[in-house]
């Protein structure tokens, strides 16, 4: 089960730190990423990082602006968004998937899914 929090409104140049939180006993062998859904528009890849968090995948949108970190630990994944932009606004979801075989940007992938959280960002 994955539960996602941090959202909310902030002005565009702001940042944000999205929280999702994992409960199970194998969440340190699982791929997480996060996807994002506009109104009106499907939803989409924004980051992903391999279950060792030896690697990290980025949309082109967001490269350079957001920061996805995992703890195996404490059981989350953590999307950092910097300079945020109108156009960021969406429902963050987080996901988890067991495979490990790449297309880490397809959200077919993904077997598992967090409610969401809500950005918003205003010019």
């Known amino acids: 089960q994955l539960q996602a929090s941090g959202g909310g409104l902030v002005q565009a140049g702001g940042s944000l730190r999205l929280s999702c939180a994992a409960s199970g006993r194998t969440f340190g062998s699982y791929a997480l990423g996060w996807f994002r859904q506009a109104p009106g528009k499907e939803r989409e890849f924004a980051a992903a990082?391999?279950?060792?968090?030896?690697?990290?995948y980025y949309a082109d949108s967001v490269k350079g602006r957001f920061t996805i970190s995992r703890d195996n630990a404490k059981k989350t994944v953590t999307l950092q968004m910097n300079s945020l932009k109108p156009e960021d606004t969406a429902v963050y979801h987080c996901?988890?998937?067991?495979?490990?075989?790449?297309?880490?940007?397809?959200?077919?992938?993904?077997?598992?899914w967090g409610q969401g959280t809500q950005v918003t960002v205003s010019s």
């Open positions: 990082i391999t279950w060792s968090g030896g690697s990290t």
């Open positions: 996901a988890a998937r067991g495979s490990h075989d790449g297309d880490y940007d397809r959200r077919e992938r993904y077997a598992y």
